[in-house]
Structures are given as C-alpha cells and as structure tokens.
C-alpha cells in the first residue's frame, strides 16, 4: 500500500514549492496525458522504487486572517490523522516563529514519522542559522533550497527509508474487488452503503488499526463477493468536520488509494461542482476504476430530456475522462442501488482486462497505420509495434521511430479508438509511445 506523506507549516515557508519539487517528474507525464490540470494540491510521486502520494495541506487554506491560524492547526491534525509520514516546512529566513513552534507542540506528539525540512538554505552561510530549529524538539532536521532543488534527494531518502516495501503485484490483483464509496458530505454515501449493505453494517468492525484486514470489510449482495473499503470506520471519530473541500478531498484521498473502483456519490440536487470533480479526479489520477452515482434523483423535477442533459453536463465536467458509467440512483427508494453495484463490478473486470499482444497489434498496428500521427516539421512518425505493458491496470506501449513527435490529439485518439474496440469502461488507461 502506497504511504501518503503531507506537507504542513504556516503559510509562505515554502511548501508549495516543495510539493511540486516531489511530484514534479510524474506530473509532468500525468498532465500531458490528461491535457487538463485541475487540483495542484495533491500528487503521485516515486522515489527509489516506492510509489508514494504528496499532499500539500496548505494549498487548501481559505478564510480570512482570524481564523487562519485555527485553520493551520485543523490542517496539521488532519494531516497527522491521515498521512503516514509528516513533513514539517520552516523557513531558515524567519527562524522558529510563533505559529511554528505550535505546530511543533502538535507534531512532538504524534508517533509517525515527522520530517522538518529547514527551506530556503540556499547557501553554505545560511547552514549554521539552521541550527536553531533544534529548538523545535523534533530532533534532526533537513536543509534544502526548494527554489533550486538541492538537499531534496536526501530528504526522497529519508522518507521512503521509512515506507514499506511494495506489495507484489499479484497478491493485489487476486483481491477481490475493493469499492470505496467516496463523495461530498450529505450526497448520500452512508445511506448507500446501509442500504446495500443492510444489517451486515453492525459487523463492521471499530477496531483502529493500519493493516489491510481491518479496512477491508467482506459482504456478499446481490450475488456479488466484494469489500467494502471503509477508512472512516476504523478512524476515531474526528472533531474535525468535513465541511471544507479540504477535509473531504483529504479524507477521500486514505479511501481511494485503498480502493480498487470508485464509487463517487454525487448529490444531484446539487449539480455536479469541483469538490465532486477533485474527488474524480483523485481517482482518475490513482488509476483506479470510477462510476459515479447521480443520487437523489427522486428529488428532482424530470422533463423528457433532463436525465440526458444531466449525465451530458457531468460528462463536459469529467473531460477528457468521459468513459466512465453514470448511474442515476435514489438511496431513498432503492432505485438502482443493484445496478450500481453491477456496474462497479463490471468496471472492477474492465481494469483487469489482459489484451494478448499478438491480437493487439492486429487490431491496432492496423488503426495506426491507416490514421498515422500527423507529420510534424516534415518528420514522419512509424509505429511498428504495440503492445497492452504488464501492468496492475491497463497501460499500452506503442513502439515507433519518432515518439518526440507524438502529440497529445493523437494519443487521445488512439486512446479512444481503443476504448471503441475493448470495454474500458471506468477504467483510466495510459498510452506511451516509445522509441523502438
Ligand atoms: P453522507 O454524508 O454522504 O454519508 O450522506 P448521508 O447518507 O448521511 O445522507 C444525507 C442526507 O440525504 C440524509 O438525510 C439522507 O436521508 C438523504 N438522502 C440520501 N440519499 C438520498 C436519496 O436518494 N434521496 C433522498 N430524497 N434523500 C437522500
């Protein structure tokens, strides 16, 4: 299981800089597949062979200058709730300030692992000013310039010396399907999962704990075996509330990776917002399979063309991912409840769908041959061989003479002749084109 690390410290210490310094690398690819940058707060990042999520707590503050330190300190504790390992930003240029040292007095508490980053060292003179920050009683510390990039390495180092080895891929891949039902407070997640699940609720259990076991929960409905991933349940009930799009998304970020398909709740008598579209987005991002239930529909009005209109907007919404099941349910009435957890089913398939590479290329070494990428300064792009990666979920390598020049209209048409042809519904895929 992936670890999540979160980055906290008060305002303008520098930890926006450092959260892009972690993720850059894979951002980089992610962005240019999705052609779309929504929420910059939350990335994948690998270090050393270890997969691991960044989360920039701050990023999220809002409100005004009263409640901003009561806002940092909510930040901190949910941050040490959810995340596995803790990085602490100071800034060597203000040396230990007052918020600082009350974040400090917060973090001297906890167990996990807490990393203090001293920022803004850019210069050998500035090493010894660091010393002070052993005043924080966090023990040793990190100096880093996250404006040019130097002691980042060591501090990579650092943090995954202190996350578990990768799981072997096929340990995973046997599991049965693992369903997080994620979504804004009040779209109505509780309500489904009671009513799929009925009395079995009470089996769940309450104990805290971090191992696998305890946040899987095994049901058997409707014909289908699955697991239903519920963090919240084995957390101690917060006194933070999820009232804020930060503690919704931060919430749901623990739940998603744990997950296999995402079952996002949407409440539609709300429409469909960017909190709806972040939590998507997590899970597009995490490579997880995706169907979004449009709840409450017996609250609203229906003319002959509104439930084609709805799923139309939320389609716009979830672009350039539209490939993806939308189900309009009632909890209340039951409506749907069965397909809903059919369709999850059948997403849970589609990311397991193994292509043989000798039919793959039949299919589409034919498609790229007749619809070429478009010559770019005269250069002409073949591709000669391609390929479904050997990867959890579904990944294809095209191999070709010039992958430079492969622009992203092209990719997305690739990757939508290929969603035509095989059933990748709900599923996010990645293509690469590789020099062969
Ligand atoms: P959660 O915060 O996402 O877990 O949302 P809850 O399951 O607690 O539901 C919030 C409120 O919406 C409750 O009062 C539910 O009874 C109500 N609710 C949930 N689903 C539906 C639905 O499909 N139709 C109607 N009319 N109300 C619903």
Request: proline share 4%; charged share 30%; glycine share 6%.
């Amino acid at each position: 299981m992936n670890s999540i690390v979160a980055i906290v410290g008060r305002p303008n210490v520098g930890k926006s800089t450092l959260f892009n310094r972690l993720v850059q690398r894979r951002e980089a690819i992610v962005d240019s597949v999705s052609g779309v940058t929504r929420d910059r707060h939350y990335g994948k990042s690998d270090w050393n062979g270890k997969d691991f999520s960044v989360i920039d707590t701050g990023g999220y503050s809002i409100g005004s200058d009263d409640i901003f330190e009561e806002e940092i300190r909510k930040q901190v504790k949910l941050a040490i709730e959810e995340a596995d390992l803790i990085v602490f930003v100071v800034n060597v240029e203000d040396g230990i300030t007052p918020m600082d040292a009350e974040v400090a007095k917060l973090l001297r508490k906890v167990k996990k692992p807490i990393f203090t980053v001293v920022n803004k060292v850019d210069n050998a003179m500035r090493e010894p000013d660091a010393v002070e920050f052993y005043n924080l009683g966090l023990g040793e510390y990190f100096t880093i310039a996250s404006i040019n990039g130097s002691g980042t390495g060591e501090l990579l180092d650092a943090l995954v010396a202190e996350m578990p080895e990768p799981e072997p891929l096929d340990l995973e891949a046997e599991a049965l399907p693992r369903f997080a039902v994620v979504g804004r407070p009040n779209a109505g997640k509780s309500s489904f999962i009671n009513a799929l699940i009925g009395e079995e609720r009470n089996i769940v259990t309450d104990i805290a704990g971090t191992t696998r076991d305890s946040i899987d929960t095994k049901y058997n409905r409707f014909g289908f075996d699955f697991n239903l991933v519920d963090t919240a349940g084995i957390r101690k009930k917060s006194r933070v509330k999820e009232d804020l799009e930060f503690y919704s998304v931060m919430r749901a970020v623990r739940t998603i990776e744990y997950s296999d398909v995402v079952i996002l709740v949407v409440d539609a008598t709300r429409g469909f917002e960017g909190q709806d579209q972040n939590i998507f987005w997590l899970a597009e991002k995490n490579r997880k399979g995706v169907v979004i239930l449009i709840n409450k529909w017996d609250l609203v009005e229906k003319e002959t063309n509104t439930m084609r209109d709805f799923e139309a907007m939320v389609r716009k919404q979830i672009q350039p991912f539209t490939d993806v099941p939308i189900i309009f349910t009632s909890v209340l009435t039951k409506q749907r409840i069965f397909k809903a957890i059919e369709t999850a089913v059948e997403v849970f398939e589609n990311r397991k769908t193994k292509i043989s590479t000798s039919k793959f290329n039949d299919t589409m070494l034919e498609i790229v041959k007749t619809y070429p990428p478009p010559a770019t300064k005269g250069k002409y792009v073949k591709i000669k061989y391609c390929m479904q990666l050997p990867t959890l979920t579904p990944q294809f390598a095209f191999f070709c003479n010039l992958p430079q020049y492969v622009r992203d209209p092209y990719r997305r048409f690739v990757e939508n002749k290929l969603r035509e042809i095989y059933n990748f519904s709900g599923v996010p895929i990645t293509i690469y084109f590789r020099q062969k």
